[in-house]
């Protein structure tokens, strides 16, 4: 069974930062693609950022110098440091991973992230 366990989400000001973790079990994670996805009210769900296996890092240009993705295989977990954060940040902040064995995709519950102006 997949699981993915997002944390670290809250209330923040204009200009803090928040970092988000994953744990994820049930998968083989080292050897699994990760992403962030985001979904502001009213809006599509959307691709924050994304680390491959390798390492190979891939960010939406909005959140392009301001995010960072990271992940350690040893904890089975990703992060997504967020700097310089706006008000067009908050959403619900998911972590998703398409399974490379099977190819299912699966996602966490979501965990709210808020910035006030």
């Known amino acids: 069974q997949v699981q993915l366990a997002e944390s670290g989400g809250g209330l923040v000001q204009a200009g803090g930062s928040l970092r988000l973790s994953c744990a994820v079990s049930?998968?083989?994670?080292?050897?699994?693609?990760m992403d962030w996805y985001r979904q502001a009210p009213g809006k599509q769900r959307e691709l924050v950022a994304l680390?491959?296996?390798?390492?190979?890092?891939n960010y939406a240009d909005s959140v392009q110098g301001r995010f960072t993705i990271s992940r350690d295989n040893a904890k089975n977990t990703v992060y997504l440091q967020m700097n310089s954060l706006r008000p067009e940040d908050t959403a619900v902040y998911y972590c998703?991973?398409?399974?490379?064995?099977?190819?299912?995709?699966?996602w966490g519950q979501g965990t709210q992230v808020t910035v006030s102006s």
């Open positions: 998703h991973v398409r399974s490379s064995a099977s190819g299912s995709a699966y």
């Open positions: 049930g998968i083989i994670f080292s050897r699994n693609t």
């Open positions: 680390i491959t296996t390798g390492g190979i890092t």
